[in-house]
């Protein structure tokens, strides 16, 4: 079986200071991790995707994240926060080799992010 | 691209009434799937095709949904009779053959629904 926890429901920064959103994600075998971000009222737009090439990937808007096999991790940075990065954040895992979630994602609750000017 | 459609994008029904939903999935993509976002339980997958085929629907809550997908185009999930509960927003995505690791999901604006 599959499972993503995101540790943190909110997080608060300062505009300009640096953002990290934490992931930990389980699965039986190797998965593919995603990052999506939803602005209110609107739908996920895919931030990131890793899906077992480089375990640093670089996505829009100047996120990245960095994939951490022995920390079974996932986490989402960003190094200086801009006030159009309030939004909802869910990490996603995606396992096609397990039989029981075959291709489908499992999302986290999400972590909303408040942008303080 | 015109992305994901769905339509409509804000629906307000009464307690009992049908519910239709429908899905516009981006030209060339061989998978759709429904989901449901509320507060109290965050986002669950209802049901996903493959091909037009229903390959798992154990995320529809109960009988009252249903959902097709006659075309490569074209996707409606529909609610009847629905209730209060049922209030929520409905996104629909697709993506290219799912069980491929590379392929991500793109999501449509969502339903928003309200039953009173």
């Known amino acids: 079986a599959q499972s993503v926890t995101q540790l943190d429901s909110h997080v608060s920064v300062s505009e300009g200071t640096p953002v990290l959103l934490r992931c930990n994600y389980s699965?039986?075998?190797?998965?593919?991790l995603f990052w999506y971000v939803q602005h209110p009222n609107k739908g996920l737009q895919l931030l990131l995707k890793?899906?077992?090439?480089?375990?640093l990937v670089k996505g829009i808007n100047g996120f990245e994240a960095e994939f951490k096999k022995s920390e079974t991790s996932f986490h989402l940075t960003k190094p200086s926060a801009h006030m159009s990065d309030a939004a909802e954040y869910f990490c996603?895992?995606?396992?096609?080799?397990?039989?029981?979630?075959?291709?489908?994602?499992?999302f986290g609750a999400g972590t909303q992010v408040v942008v303080t000017p | 691209d015109a992305g994901v459609i769905q339509s409509p994008r804000h629906e307000v029904t009464e307690m009992g009434q049908e519910v239709t939903l429908r899905c516009k999935p981006i030209?060339?993509?061989?998978?759709l799937f429904w989901y449901r976002q509320t507060m109290m339980r965050g986002l669950e997958l209802l049901i996903y095709?493959?091909?037009?085929?229903?390959?798992?629907d154990s995320g529809m809550p109960e009988d009252r949904f249903s959902a097709k997908m006659p075309n490569a185009s074209f996707s409606t999930l529909k609610i009847q009779p629905s209730e209060p509960r049922d209030s929520a927003v409905y996104f629909c995505?697709?993506?290219?053959?799912?069980?491929?690791?590379?392929?991500?999901?793109?999501f449509g604006p969502g339903t928003r629904l309200t039953v009173l």
């Open positions: 095709f493959n091909n037009n085929v229903p390959i798992d």
């Open positions: 890793y899906t077992s090439a480089a375990t």
């Open positions: 699965s039986s075998y190797s998965p593919s």
């Open positions: 995505a697709s993506s290219f053959l799912a069980g491929d690791p590379n392929n991500e999901q793109f």
């Open positions: 996603v895992v995606s396992d096609v080799r397990a039989t029981d979630s075959w291709g489908k994602f499992q």
């Open positions: 030209s060339g993509h061989n998978s």
